[in-house]
């Protein structure tokens, strides 16, 4: 398995930008999708996004939809997730999440993926 590290969360005001990244190591993210989840503090962890590993396929949460976009650079192992135009309800803790052998066009649950990186905060203040 992977190791995951996110960067890149902080506190933006509603209706700015933010842009999260989740570094592989510790082998390479060949094959695998990847994917970001969110929790927010007395709920569950959702779904956000997911990636194929050749890029050819993603999806959304309908939340998300049309302001968040997420994008992988294979030769550097790091996937991206551009945040735009947000709002209160993105405040949470976002992982980042990678699975072997999966198919991105299935994966939305946490049991899809194997790896899971440690969360990084995202703070939408209003």
């Known amino acids: 398995q992977v190791q995951l590290v996110e960067s890149g969360g902080g506190l933006v005001q509603a209706g700015g930008s933010l842009r999260l990244s989740c570094a592989a190591s510790g082998g390479t993210a060949a094959g695998y999708i990847m994917g970001w989840f969110r929790q927010a503090p007395g709920k569950e962890r959702e779904f956000v996004s997911v990636i194929s590993w050749g890029a050819d396929y993603s999806a959304y949460t309908e939340s998300v939809k049309g302001r968040f976009t997420i994008t992988r650079d294979n030769a550097k192992d790091t996937i991206y997730l551009y945040m735009n135009n947000v709002k209160s309800d993105d405040t949470a803790v976002y992982y980042c999440?990678?699975?072997?052998?999966?198919?991105?066009?299935?994966?939305?649950?946490?049991?899809?993926?194997?790896?899971w990186g440690q969360g990084t905060q995202v703070s939408v203040s209003s």
């Open positions: 999440a990678a699975g072997r052998g999966r198919s991105a066009a299935q994966a939305r649950t946490p049991d899809d993926f194997d790896s």
